[in-house]
């Protein structure tokens, strides 16, 4: 409860330095690595109000975000502007308009019934959003619901002694922690951005990187 009213108070106070204003490079450019059919459904975790969930439907897949801040939800469809029907669904207040639904609700709630029409995962800041004994959490509740799906993880990576998150530090081998029970791990990518005017530089952190993971469910062995 002190960590959902933490994201709530950050979205109330308008401290969302998370959020990006433009679309993800990285997920641009390593999208089509998934190879993930036009028209299918992509789960995208935490979304807050991101506009790569616009970018996801204009490329041809339908999207389905979760987010547990009403603000984030009610301005991802103003500022764009969207009239979304909403509607309960299970636990949930699903947000929705032209393929494009938002789940208004804790992702600890979601059961593999929400997302048994998801094909993929984009999680560029769902993992670094979240301390380590919650990433296990949530980790293990994603692949319980959803296992295997293809993914695209864009992750941080940093001194964390620095400073506490969020954003928190993944390193690579955390990452093979998580996910490689269930996945074959790729990493496409790791980016120098401390030239950055990224928020962590200004409380000290030197180097700051940004990692890209393409995360495929491991063959079953016969």
Not at 58 to 81: K, M, N
Not at 149 to 169: M, N, V
Request: glycine content about 6%; proline content about 5%.
């Amino acid at each position: 409860m002190m960590r959902a009213r933490f994201w709530h108070e950050r979205w109330q106070q308008n401290q969302i330095g998370f959020h990006q204003d433009e679309i993800n490079p990285y997920l641009q450019t390593y999208w089509p690595q998934l190879q993930l059919s036009l028209g299918s459904k992509v789960f995208v975790p935490l979304c807050g109000k991101t506009i790569d969930m616009l970018w996801l439907r204009s490329a041809g897949y339908e999207v389905l975000g979760i987010e547990l801040s009403p603000i984030a939800v009610r301005d991802f469809f103003t500022e764009h502007q969207l009239e979304p029907k909403i509607s309960q669904y299970g636990a949930f207040e699903l947000w929705e308009v032209d393929g494009l639904g938002i789940l208004l609700g804790d992702f600890f709630q979601l059961t593999t019934a929400e997302l048994a029409t998801c094909q993929a995962i984009y999680d560029r800041a769902a993992l670094i959003a979240l301390p380590p004994d919650m990433r296990w959490q949530y980790v293990a509740h994603l692949q319980q619901i959803a296992p295997a799906k293809p993914t695209l993880l864009i992750t941080l990576e940093y001194d964390q002694s620095i400073t506490s998150g969020p954003p928190f530090s993944v390193p690579a081998a955390e990452v093979q922690e998580y996910y490689a029970d269930q996945y074959q791990i790729t990493q496409l990518a790791q980016v120098d951005i401390s030239h950055t005017q990224h928020g962590i530089l200004a409380k000290g952190v030197k180097q700051l990187y940004e990692g890209i993971y393409w995360l495929q469910a491991k063959s079953v062995e016969v």
